[in-house]
């Protein structure tokens, strides 16, 4: 399961109080702050709310706002301030351990566009149940999803988990479905969920895991799916992989993941992998700080150096958010990578159209 400790600073960012009030609109409606919003049986959008996924977005980009046939261009002034060194570099100094128990409030099982058979938590604390009655709120955060993210490119999802932890602490999750390894869930924090800044760059985030893990990228190994808490299964259905073997499988020759850890990571992957088996939580920490300024201008950010599937996941986002960087640096190269890719190209494409509708 990919380490999700997502640029939690990200709110202290300078947002005009108006694109705050949008956003707190996208998520919850026009409510009160708290309250729980009536449920309709077919509620239908207000303006401000994201579309449903569903053929064409309402708000194209026109030819002329897309310099060079590059709409993303024209999609990211939308959102101006998505990514600073400041919010890039928010994690610095802070514990990633959570000191608040995750609670899951409602699940849903993912049927193309829809979201079917809520599963209610009947544990729920008192001051949370609100949140978890909020069932326009729920749609609203997996329309804007479904809106970022094509149809064709959601078919790995098993179920939508709304959850939380707390503010400013995890925004959101994947992982494997725990019924299917060849099926993920997606998991969204709904109290971090306000602002559209770092709800889009983190929902992007989260789906380079999918992309670059699902079943067709890297092979489920169901052993290890069996006993996800063994290391020593681990260990051993690791040393039958010729390529990188993450913690679902056994990466193709050919995968996006394999590609680049061959790329970018052949000088830095032991040295990192003698990090990565550190039992002390503290002495890890501490390693991997020392492991990121020791190569800090090869990670587009700190967290990138977490582990091979953070980076490409870090530099996807990157790829899909901004402009290609210009330079010779490594983390500059990285985000370079996808562009070699015509299909991730046009994927690029895609997501930056519906993300426009959403800035409209």
């Keep these: 399961m990919p380490k999700t400790r997502i640029f939690l600073a990200l709110a202290a960012l300078a947002f005009a109080s108006l694109a705050c009030m949008a956003a707190e609109r996208l998520v919850f409606g026009d409510a009160d702050e708290g309250a729980a919003v009536p449920v309709t049986e077919s509620a239908r959008p207000a303006p401000d709310d994201p579309q449903p996924a569903t053929g064409q977005p309402a708000l194209v980009p026109a030819e002329s706002d897309c310099p060079n046939g590059d709409c993303v261009l024209a ?4 959102l101006d301030s998505i990514l600073t060194p400041s919010a890039a570099n928010a994690l610095r100094g802070k514990s990633p351990a959570s000191e608040v128990e995750s609670t899951i409030l409602v699940t849903y099982t993912v049927d193309g566009d829809e979201l079917l058979y809520p599963e209610i938590n009947p544990d729920v604390p008192s001051r ?14 997996w329309r804007y999803y479904t809106t970022l993210i094509p149809a064709s490119e959601r078919t790995y999802l098993n179920e939508f988990i709304v959850y939380t932890d707390g503010k400013d602490e995890e925004l959101a999750a994947v992982s494997q479905s725990l019924t299917d390894p060849a099926r993920w869930d997606l998991m969204v924090d709904i109290t971090d969920a306000e602002h559209p800044q770092d709800l889009t760059f983190t929902l992007v985030h989260e789906f380079g895991h999918l992309l670059t893990l699902n079943a067709d990228q890297v092979e489920p190994n169901l052993a290890v799916f069996e006993n996800p808490d063994d290391p020593d299964i681990f260990y051993e259905e690791s040393l039958s992989c010729p390529n990188y073997f993450a913690y679902e499988g056994c990466s193709n020759a050919d995968s996006y993941l394999n590609l680049f850890i061959d790329q970018f990571w052949g ?9 990565d088996i550190e039992e002390d939580e503290d002495r890890y920490y501490e ?7 020791s190569y800090e201008d090869q990670f587009i950010t700190d ?3 977490t582990s091979p599937e ?9 790829f899909i958010l901004t402009e290609a960087p210009s330079g010779d640096s490594i983390a500059g190269q990285k985000v370079l990578f996808f562009y070699q890719f015509p299909e991730l190209v046009e994927l690029r494409e895609k997501i930056a159209i519906g993300l426009c509708s959403q800035v409209e």
């Design 303 to 305: 967290y990138a150096a």
């Design 75 to 78: 999609c990211m002034e939308g």
């Design 267 to 275: 000088d830095i992957y032991s040295e990192w992998e003698e990090i």
């Design 310 to 318: 953070e980076d490409i996941a870090e530099s996807f986002s990157y």
């Design 128 to 141: 949370w149940q609100n949140l978890q009655e909020n069932t326009e709120a729920h749609q609203n955060l």
């Design 287 to 293: 390693l991997l700080d020392e492991f990121y300024y």
